[in-house]
């Protein structure tokens, strides 16, 4: 990607930094949650090979594993951030990428916040597998779950088999929320995707504030926040009951 399109594609895809002050708060899994902390559950979903675990890494660890480990049934990490001085805890789902997965553990995706479907910009299949991707999404899912579309692999540019306007059209006629390339390779626009999901999982919980008025305790699965509680120990284990 040339060095133009990444500076036109990085005012695009940007948060304006003087509305919100995002900075990377303490991330420890071991870390105890914050009282008045927000926690969303993310679930990144799509085909084997599109770099899924290299995105969350990336994004967690700052680290890129070149050797390719398929994930079997799912792992979680964690990202925390404060933003506005509110913080804000993402548990990320990192899943396999076999559909018939989720046919027998459709709970992965109870009260899912933000699912992010992911594919490689140079493997045409892996696009082409997004409509089967987005029903499994649309079957499972809460309909109000934020969507986004990321293709990945963006370093491997001289390569593609997919176009950026395909992808905006699918995003558009999904009524999907937002759309991006990335590459976790080169750590291209990897911060900028979940800062995105960030500030929209910011905004709804700010407007939702604002409906609730006065009313400090909210009712998460009344009001429909996708606020998750903390996780059972069990639960943030490698684990699944399909073989995979």
Not at 36 to 52: A, F, P, T
Not at 140 to 155: A, T, W
Not at 184 to 211: C, H, P, R, T
Request: some cysteine; overall charge negative.
């Amino acid at each position: 990607m040339s060095n133009e399109n990444i500076k036109k594609s990085t005012n695009e895809y940007s948060i304006d930094s003087n509305k919100y002050n995002i900075i990377e708060f303490n991330n420890d899994d071991n870390e105890n949650e914050e009282e008045d902390e927000l926690i969303y559950k993310v679930i990144v979903i799509g085909d084997q090979n599109v770099g899924k675990t290299s995105i969350i890494q990336k994004l967690v660890t700052k680290y890129f594993n070149k050797k390719y480990n398929s994930t079997i049934g799912f792992d979680i990490f964690y990202y925390r951030v404060k933003i506005n001085n509110k913080i804000i805890k993402l548990n990320i789902w990192d899943t396999c990428g076999i559909k018939d997965f989720f046919s027998c553990t459709q709970n992965i995706f109870k009260e899912v916040a933000l699912a992010i479907i992911v594919y490689s910009i140079s493997e045409r299949e892996t696009f082409e597998s997004l409509e089967g991707w987005i029903n499994v999404l649309k079957k499972n899912s809460n309909p109000n779950v934020l969507k986004f579309i990321v293709g990945n692999k963006l370093d491997l540019e001289n390569g593609r088999k997919t176009q950026k306007e395909e992808a905006e059209k699918l995003k558009k006629d999904n009524d999907f929320n937002f759309f991006i390339e990335t590459s976790a390779k080169d750590d291209i626009f990897i911060k900028e995707l979940f800062e995105n999901g960030i500030v929209q999982l910011y905004e709804s919980n700010k407007k939702m504030e604002e409906k609730d008025g006065d009313e400090l305790k909210i009712d998460f699965k009344r009001k429909n926040s996708f606020v998750i509680k903390n996780l059972p120990n069990e639960q943030k284990k490698n684990n699944s009951n399909c073989n995979c």
